[in-house]
């Protein structure tokens, strides 16, 4: 499926039609655009590329550091912001049994210290100088949307209204909609501040965390999806701005290197299954008049 | 040959000839009849077929511009000339779409020859097409030709066209060639409407592989040897050609039209072949029909000449039976002529008057001949008694006159006459008693009898005679047959009856000679012959021999050769005498063997 | 007749590309995958016994078995894509003077809810090898006089750990549990407390003995989820925008000359024939790409080497010309079931009348004339080379391997160069003749997914446990 989206120019997609001569057929229905709306880019810089599986990367607190949560460990990298991370400096393990699921999500919440690790079913804080981890058994609820954490066996979430999803971005106060959620089965619903759905919006996605531009706009929220099957097996990102209960397309989709992996916040985690490797990016959205 | 017969030869022979000579000219008539009527048909036929095949050609045509405008092969022109794809992806193609269009054939050829993709012969891509690129020059909306296609079962007769898609993108030519068509087969033989008895087979050519074959509608053809000749002789001339092949089941002329490809090669033979079995189903017709005439023909031959001759050969044939019944002694014979022609009741007449007149003369015949038998009975009795009388006239004259002689002299003379009249009187009694014997002879008493004991006892009874002293030896030659066996007859009589012809023999050679005594056995009969050798018989003394008291002899009475006759008249039997004078003379006497002396006995009762 | 073909390019197949790439094609797993949901599979084999050390009744059975038990019974060691041993249901292992230890992981669960005991699986081995002395001593199997290769052994799926359960059902530990089986169809289950992670799908409904055609029908139709599929099918699927997945190549097509024609004076026919196969247009045309020319019994990527394809020796072509016409015709027996054998006696026909030989194809299920050559189709384990070599031997039998060569003894543990001197002496008098190295197929429903890897791994596993649905 061929799919075109004119940057600065909405458009609802529909799907393309291949005819014998293998031309795409587009039908697009321009909706009235504003003069003034700058042009925008996702922008993706990569941060750490490993072979063990990635669930999460944070910046300490003190910026010079990344924190990089695996399955089984929690290491500590020195880190440029204009540069690579360093090797491995430190690193502990994350002390449990428990069997992991599969598509195992991990997240780190390194926004004070100590710092708050979530797996499934396993809950840890650690500290840094020196490094040090302590993990316990327990379901608590992580960073988002309110939730009771992830099910010990499974990668999704449960609200305590005991719906469940997969993904989801906080919208600003001062609208109906509070929250993008993704829910299980990849659909996008905008939930209210008591976390009731009242719309579904057309876009598809599994993975969503929310987007700021400097130039101003939006709110903007980042939406991953499978891209077009002849693009091989690899993810893409998608910038929209939300705009009443409908989402608007603003960038052209970011191609991932991989099957995404994570994306909390402004973090994505990208599995390059024939490189075998796993890499973290920052996410950013660029603003180009 | 009667009568009957020559007159029914004559009319069936010529009733034969004449419908002999019909059928042979209508079935002459018939097979020209024929021969044209199947000159019409063949030509009809062929002219169906090309008529056919030349639809047929039309179908593949708009088949493959069908196949050339159809949506798969469109994308696999655009694919390749416009994307790139190789034509790897595309070597399944063909099949699904000789199916959908209702070929049995089609190639999807590149334009360097190769093909892309076999409906017919799927693993057959990648090689190249022995003529697609031959043809293609001309090819694009060209009319369907007459070709040789591989297949993998072998090489196949097809009606094929070729079309040429451009491949797309392409500014310099490139192209796609689509070669498709239909099997000319059994299957479009079937199309063919066929006159009755006519029939039609394909002879398709097998190229470089060897020999050809046939097919028919019918999925089982005939042999092809006998119609190798023909299908040699048009594939070397490429002109039609005309033969007759004798099948078991009958004839059949078939017609070879050549069916040439599109470089003007023999690919395949039309034979059309017309039964000779209708003909032959007239012809025999016909020829039954003249049997049936004919045998009605000789059927009333028949009847003609048996009525015919019934009125012309029985009354003939009753007059020669009274004749022959006449001849065998019934004179009271009497012919019915009622339905006779006139001169045949004329002929009857003049027989029954004459078998009356011969049986009037037959009892004047037989009257005078009794008053001859008297006349000669008392002559002989007369004789006969003369002799024994007239001692005793001499006796009793002796007597008177020796009544006048001393007693002496008389009683001599007394003795002597009683002497001689006893003697005389004696002589008498014996002739007497002989004509006595012959007058009543006993009937005879039938029992079964062995025939040749009978003899031997007889010929016991002479055997010291042959060789008595005092006359010449005779030699006794014995030759009994044991065939002969059984008889029923009375042993005394047939033994009397031997021994009279026994001692008619003997008595036939007083200076001696050879006796012969044989007995045979021929058919329903026994035979005793009695031979001697003496001086024989005259003509004469043959004829009066078994007449009574008629004797060659100077002693007897002439009754023993009578008394022979009358016993073997009595067991219905036969006997004749075969002499000549200076050569002896045989007694042959013939009694039926078996039961038939007593049957013969009854009815002479 | 048809000359060769000329523009063999538009056929050359990317085989080389293939063999890489077929380990590497993944099914689409990029969204989030879903926890929950049934898959539906269909297999041609029908499995008639659970017991992974039950011998197969036929070859159809033993493919399903080797794609199916393994998903409810593991063994103490696997095999992974790069063909190296990798640790199972043993955590480790080591070997002592011939003495084998292979310490059990810890905390893996049956099927039962019980945990695995060392003597739970001892027992096991010990009922599928009697001939081995097998022990256990705390939480470490003991086996002795077992082959010199014992981890690659325990690594087949006849070695599985099967424990019998107290209502006497054979429990295994694998990703799946065995809910029902009758004659038709298998219901697996997820087992949740499976040690290597619970698997996406909450079951699998595999049915059972349906024909490939009948398999690829049931897709389209959307009726099943994962099925069989063929290389002559690639065509299909994608027409029908199915997506098909596959494995390395691990199965070998080879022609096989009866006794009677492989004496000394019909080399020139094995010659002739072996020559004049266009290998490149059966794997890259006819099978799609979903084949590799094979010019030996093991595939490269196996054993490690690539022979040389060989071309026609000289005066072949007039040495068969010059033989008389009963020995140049050839008949070729293939399944009368076995589309691709067929499609490839199909194409040899064509190849072979270029060399003057006539081939006949019998495609027969049950008694027929003799033939004068075979296709057999020998399965390849993905293992060591000569494990590989040394199934493929047992695979062709005792018959086929002494005609072919009088020495093809392979001891275990051989290295290279005895893998390549067996299989050069099996290969020399062309006896046997390699064609086509085939991968497993399988054809995939739209609504299936794998996550992290390919649903089918490069040595021929379902990896099933990593499939999800939508």
């Known amino acids: ?166 993904s989801a971005a906080p919208l600003p106060s001062g609208a109906a909609a509070r929250w993008l959620v993704a829910d299980r089965q990849g659909s996008l619903l905008l939930f209210d501040d008591k976390r009731s759905p009242i719309a579904r919006l057309a876009p598809t996605g599994d993975d969503v965390a929310g987007a700021r531009a400097s130039c101003g706009g939006g709110p903007f929220v980042v939406i991953s999806s499978r891209a077009p099957r002849d693009a091989g097996d690899v993810d893409e990102l998608r910038l929209f701005r939300v705009a009443g209960n409908e989402l608007v397309p603003s960038s052209s989709p970011l191609r991932l290197p991989g099957i995404l992996t994570a994306l909390w916040d402004a973090t994505a985690v990208v599995h390059d299954v024939a490189a075998d490797r796993y890499e973290a990016f920052q996410i950013s959205v660029s603003c180009a008049r | ?175 796609l060639l689509l070669v498709g068509g239909r099997r000319v087969d059994g299957a479009f033989l079937q199309s063919l409407t066929l006159p009755p008895e006519m029939r039609v087979l394909l002879y398709q050519d097998a190229g470089s592989e060897g020999r050809g074959h046939l097919v028919d509608a019918s999925g089982h053809p005939p042999p092809s040897a006998p119609l190798d000749p023909l299908i040699a002789r048009v594939r070397q001339s490429g002109e039609p050609a005309a033969d007759t092949v004798n099948w078991p089941e009958g004839a059949e002329s078939f017609n070879a039209i050549p069916l040439l490809g599109r470089d003007r090669k023999v690919l395949g033979i039309l034979l059309v072949g017309s039964s000779g079995r209708e003909l032959a189903a007239l012809v025999g017709s016909i020829r039954w029909a003249g049997i049936g005439f004919g045998a009605l023909g000789i059927v009333f031959g028949f009847l003609v000449s048996y009525i015919v001759s019934a009125r012309v050969t029985r009354p003939v044939e009753q007059l020669a039976a009274a004749a022959r019944a006449v001849g065998g002694g019934d004179w009271n014979v009497a012919v019915d002529q009622g339905a006779a022609a006139a001169e045949i009741r004329d002929l009857t007449r003049a027989f029954e008057a004459m078998t009356r007149q011969l049986a009037e003369q037959r009892d004047r015949l037989v009257q005078a001949e009794r008053v001859a038998a008297w006349r000669e009975l008392a002559r002989r009795l007369a004789h006969e008694l003369k002799n024994p009388l007239f001692p005793l006239r001499i006796s009793v004259d002796n007597l008177r006159r020796a009544r006048a002689l001393a007693p002496a002299q008389f009683d001599e003379v007394f003795e002597e006459s009683l002497t001689a009249l006893g003697a005389g009187l004696q002589n008498l009694n014996t002739v007497v008693a002989r004509f006595s014997d012959f007058a009543k002879m006993p ?78 056995r021929a058919e329903a009969v026994v035979c005793i012959d009695v031979s001697d050798t003496g001086e024989g018989l005259t003509a004469e003394e043959r004829d009066r021999l078994f007449t009574p008291y008629y004797t060659t002899k100077h002693h007897g009475t002439g009754l023993g050769l009578a008394i022979v006759q009358s016993v073997v008249a009595d067991h219905s039997g036969m006997i004749r005498v075969d002499s000549e004078r200076g050569r002896g003379t045989t007694f042959h006497i013939e009694l039926p063997a078996g039961m038939n002396a007593e049957r013969g006995m009854r009815n002479a009762d | 007749m048809t000359s060769r073909p000329i523009a063999m390019k538009l056929f050359r197949s990317a085989f080389l590309a293939l063999a890489n790439a077929a380990a590497i094609v993944a099914v689409a797993s990029a969204s989030r995958p879903h926890y929950g949901g049934t898959l539906r599979l269909e297999t041609a084999g029908v499995i008639r016994s659970v017991d992974p050390a039950a011998p197969p009744a036929d070859t159809a059975e033993a493919a399903s078995r080797n794609h199916i038990l393994p998903l409810v019974f593991e063994t103490l060691t696997t095999v992974d894509s ?262 490839i006696a199909d194409r040899i026909v064509v190849d072979a009348r270029e060399v003057g030989l006539a081939v006949a194809v019998q495609a027969t299920s049950g008694l027929a004339p003799r033939p004068d050559v075979r296709i057999v189709r020998i399965p390849i384990e993905p293992s060591a080379p000569d494990r590989a070599l040394a199934g493929a031997i047992a695979a062709l039998g005792a018959r086929v391997t002494g005609l072919a060569a009088a020495d093809v003894s392979l001891p275990p543990g051989s290295g290279s160069d005895a893998v390549y001197r067996v299989e050069h002496a099996l290969l020399e008098h062309q006896i046997i003749v390699p064609l086509v190295h085939l991968p497993d197929l399988y054809a995939i429903g739209d609504r299936v997914h794998a996550w992290n890897g390919p649903a089918l791994q490069p040595t021929g596993a379902l990896n099933l446990a990593n499939v999800w649905i939508e």
């Not at chain 2, 060209?142 to 040429?164: F, K, M, P, W």
């Not at chain 3, 000394?264 to 084949?291: E, Y």
């Open chain 3, 82 to 343: 790069d063909l190296r041993l990798q640790p199972g249901l043993a955590a480790s292992w080591e070997s002592v003077g011939g003495r084998w230890r292979f310490r059990i992981r810890r905390g893996v669960s049956l099927h039962d809810g019980s945990v695995l005991q060392a003597w739970q699986a001892a027992a096991s081995l010990r009922a599928a090898n009697p001939s081995w002395a097998v022990d256990a001593d705390g939480d470490v199997v003991v086996i002795d006089r077992a082959p010199m290769d014992l981890p690659w052994e325990l690594a087949r799926g006849r070695n599985a750990v099967a424990v019998r359960a107290s209502n006497s059902a054979l429990v295994g530990t694998g990703a799946f549990r065995v809910d029902r089986i009758d004659d038709r169809r298998i219901v697996l289950r997820a087992h949740d407390s499976y040690w290597n992670a619970r698997p996406f799908l909450d079951a699998i409904l595999i049915g059972m003995g349906a024909a490939p055609a009948e398999q690829l029908s049931s897709i389209e139709r959307g009726e099943t989820d994962l099925v069989d599929a063929r290389p002559l099918d690639a065509r299909r699927l994608a027409q029908r925008g199915l997506r098909w997945v596959s494995s390395r190549p691990r199965e070998l097509i080879a022609l096989v000359f009866e006794p009677h024609r492989a004496t000394a004076d019909q080399a020139v026919v094995r010659s002739a024939l072996a020559a004049a196969i266009d290998r490149q247009t059966l794997a890259g045309a006819l099978l799609q790409d979903r084949a590799a020319p094979a010019f030996a019994l093991v595939p490269p990527w196996i054993s490690g080497y690539a022979p040389l394809s060989g071309t026609m020796p000289a005066g072949v072509r007039a040495g068969v010309t010059a033989l008389p016409a009963a020995q140049r015709s050839i008949t070729i027996r293939v399944d009368a079931g076995d589309a691709v054998a067929q499609a």
């Open chain 2, 1 to 175: 040959m009667t009568l009957r017969l020559r007159l029914f030869a004559f009319v069936a022979g010529a009733i034969a000839a004449t419908v002999i000579l019909v059928t042979w000219t209508v079935s002459a008539s018939a097979r020209r009849s024929f021969a044209a009527l199947d000159a019409q048909r063949t030509a009809a036929l062929v002219a169906q077929f090309r008529k056919a095949f030349a639809g047929e050609g039309d179908q593949v045509g708009v088949s493959m511009d069908r196949v050339a405008a159809s949506e798969p092969v469109a994308r696999l022109a655009a694919d390749v000339g416009r994307l790139g794809a190789t034509y790897a992806r595309y070597v399944d193609e063909a099949g699904p779409l000789r199916a959908a269009h209702g070929l049995d054939f089609l190639d999807i050829v590149a334009g360097d020859g190769t093909i892309v993709s076999s409906g017919h012969w799927p693993a057959r891509f990648g090689y190249r097409h022995p003529w697609a690129t031959d043809a293609s020059a001309g090819a694009a909306g060209g009319r369907a030709s007459l070709e040789a296609v591989e297949t993998q079962d072998g090489t196949a007769l097809g009606l094929v066209a070729v079309r040429a898609v451009r491949l797309g993108g392409s500014i310099g030519g490139r192209r």
């Open chain 2, 443 to 520: 009937t005879p008493q039938f029992a079964p009898v062995t025939l040749n004991g009978v003899v031997e006892q007889a010929i016991a009874i002479f055997r010291p005679q042959l060789a008595a002293p005092g006359r010449a030896p005779i030699g006794l030659i014995v030759d009994l047959d044991p065939a002969v066996g059984s008889i029923r007859a009375d042993a005394e009589q047939i033994g009397r009856a031997v021994q009279n012809l026994l001692l008619n023999a003997i008595d036939a050679m007083p200076d001696g000679g050879d006796l012969r005594v044989r007995t045979s």
């Open chain 1, 1 to 166: 499926m061929l799919s075109f989206a004119a940057v600065g120019t909405r458009v609802r997609i529909v799907p393309a039609v291949m005819c014998s001569a293998g031309l795409a057929i587009l039908m697009a229905a321009p909706h009235a655009q504003s003069p003034r709306e700058p042009s925008l880019a996702l922008d993706t810089r990569p941060i750490l590329a490993q072979r063990a599986p990635i669930l999460d990367v944070a910046v300490a607190p003190d910026g010079a550091r990344l924190i990089v949560l695996e399955p089984r460990r929690v290491s500590i990298r020195r880190w440029n912001p204009s540069g690579d991370a360093s090797d491995v400096v430190e690193q502990r393990p994350v002390q449990t049994d428990r069997v992991w699921p599969r598509d195992l999500r991990g997240r780190v919440d390194a926004s004070h210290l100590p710092f708050d690790v979530f797996l499934p079913g396993v809950t840890c804080r650690g500290d840094l100088d020196p490094l040090r981890v302590a993990c316990v058994d327990e379901t608590g609820s992580w960073p988002g949307l309110a939730n009771s954490g992830v099910e010990a066996a499974r990668n999704y979430f449960t609200t305590p209204e005991g719906r469940t999803f997969s």
